[in-house]
């Protein structure tokens, strides 16, 4: 069973029982106000129910999380929220609008690398949504406003979205060629473009004449060119090839 977007109350109930069953009434007389409905449930502890739900919906509580705060030990009979940080101990730590603004920032970054994520709830990946590219240029000094209004806008949100999967990146294919190879043909290409012209000729004579002017590669086309063409290399074009003599 997966969670859905909004927790039911016939989780809720299921939590109840099984923190009554560990508390015993010190659990459910938190919430009890002795007013009870025509079926005999307490109004105080339906409304708790309520706002349980709300809240870890909110919070964008997993089964499996749910779990944990079922397993979790307790000093006392827990409220909600203690029960809340139970089942996402890692939320608790970032209590903070700032802390929370880093945390996004960083799960952002992840997740524009195409890297697996660790969003605490849905409510600060969505706020981060709302901010886009900002929350990685612009520190959290320039974004506060910005970025405490996007986090209550999200935390209002009574059934937040899930969270979208992203795509793997697809590896791009090998080049066909290797360096050595690519250099090899482009240096043909070159050499049948200019080779035994006149004006290759001419082209060649002006990089091996001036070779300190051009990058290694041309110098390369031109010394091999004027070794096709017989022409003896200058010296100033073979000193870059002191092994090809």
Same mark, same amino acid.
């Given at each position: 069973m997966s969670a859905p977007n909004s927790i039911p109350l016939s989780w809720v109930d299921k939590i109840f029982r099984e923190l009554h069953g560990r508390f015993g009434q010190n659990f459910?007389?938190?919430?009890?106000? %002795?007013?009870?409905?025509p079926d005999g449930d307490d109004t105080g502890v339906l409304n708790a129910k309520r706002v349980w739900a709300k809240?870890?919906?909110? +919070? %964008? *509580?997993?089964v499996a999380q749910i779990e944990q705060g079922l397993w979790a030990t307790y000093p006392r009979p827990p409220s909600c929220d203690a029960f809340l940080q139970a089942c996402q101990p890692e939320t608790a730590v970032l209590a903070d609008s700032e802390a929370l603004f880093h945390r996004a920032a960083a799960e952002l970054r992840k997740?524009?690398?195409?890297?697996?994520?660790?969003?605490?709830?849905?409510a600060l990946f969505w706020a981060a949504m709302s901010i886009g590219g900002d929350l990685l240029v612009q520190d959290y000094r320039t974004l506060r406003g910005r970025w405490e209004a996007a986090l209550a806008e +999200?935390?209002?949100? *009574?059934?937040?979205r899930p969270i979208p999967e992203v795509?793997?990146?697809?590896?791009?294919?090998?080049?066909?060629?290797?360096? =050595? =190879?690519?250099?090899?043909?482009? #240096?043909?290409?070159?050499? #049948? !473009?200019?080779g035994s012209t006149t004006n290759g000729k001419a082209h060649w004579l002006r990089v091996a004449a001036q070779p300190e002017r051009y990058p290694q590669l041309t110098r390369q086309y031109?010394?091999?060119?004027?070794? !096709?063409? %017989?022409?003896?290399?200058?010296?100033?074009? #073979?000193?870059?090839?002191?092994?090809? =003599?």
């Open positions: 459910l007389g938190q919430f009890a106000t %002795g007013q009870t409905t809240t870890l919906t909110r +919070a %964008g *509580v997993t997740r524009r690398a195409h890297q697996p994520q660790h969003w605490p709830n849905p +999200a935390r209002r949100d *009574v059934a937040p795509e793997p990146e697809h590896a791009l294919p090998p080049p066909p060629w290797r360096r =050595e =190879e690519a250099q090899r043909r482009v #240096s043909e290409l070159h050499l #049948s !473009r200019f031109a010394y091999e060119a004027l070794t !096709r063409l %017989g022409i003896a290399i200058p010296t100033g074009l #073979s000193r870059y090839f002191p092994h090809a =003599e």
